[in-house]
């Protein structure tokens, strides 16, 4: 393993029993995760990205879902082989993750502060309660949330979608992880509100030094903040480049296909819009 390389994943395979049998859905995923970094990986639904960060990070589905196959090395030790209690005290520690739906990863019963607590009881034991309590606040006010000493006290229902994807990025980053595994953390989000979470991931990145896995199906979101890339199609990695080369002279026909279908400002539109003057009939209410 190179001495950058924090993260080396080698012959992935992961697979589900179902009511059909079993199926594999991972076939041999390898990629490294270099330290400092944004790997992104893509692909469309359904090809095994979100499968790829839940083999990871050791929360697939029990007994239902299980890695059959590779490796997943971190820092030379074998995630795959870790005993449970050792899983459990890495996660959340030395490789923290953002699920795709705040709303549902939140506890909706707790307010915001007990389950930024709960985070440093589990990893900070040494911490006092009045000292998780301080650095429970510096955590709101490092992720920008607005009055954080009045958050710490709402629950999940209270807060915007964007604030709750902040929540959870103050969760994740508590106990200052090696490696932050971000799936689709701005899909359920308004554009504006998605700009300002990733803008948010790249200042955290550069502050702590972490590395960043971000899994998307969105290659115009890849463009931005990523530096390597993982096209995954199939379960399996069909090209993985730097992103520049990528985007240069892609060399998988699946990966030219999903460049296609990126909107340019330069390309020719299809539907020309024709604006119509409004018939005011059909709208009898705004009659003067």
Known sequence: MQDDVILSVRDLETEFTTDDGVVKILHGVSFDVRMGRTLGIVGESGCGKSVTAMSIMGLLPKPYGKVVGGKILYRGTDLVTLPPQEMYAMRGNRIAMIFQDPMTALNPVHSIGSQLNEVLELHRPELSRRQRSQYSLEMLKKVK?????????????????????????????????????????????????????????????????????????????????CDDVAVMYGGKLVEFADIF???????????????????????????????????????????G
């Open 145 to 225: 949330i607005p009055m954080p000493e009045k958050r710490l006290k709402e629950y999940p229902h209270n807060l915007s979608g964007g604030m709750r994807q902040r929540v959870m990025i103050a969760m994740a980053l508590a106990c200052k992880p090696d490696i932050l595994i971000c799936d689709e953390p701005t899909t359920a989000l308004d554009v504006t509100v998605q700009a300002s979470i990733l803008e948010l991931i790249y200042e955290l990145q550069l502050d702590t030094g972490m590395s960043v896995i971000f899994i998307t199906h969105d290659l115009g979101v890849v463009a931005e903040i």
């Open 245 to 287: 080369e990528l985007f240069d002279n892609p060399q998988h026909p699946y990966t030219e296909r999903l460049m296609g279908l990126m909107p340019s400002l330069d390309s020719e539109p299809k539907q020309p819009i024709e604006i119509k003057p409004i018939d005011i009939t059909l709208f009898p209410e705004f009659k």
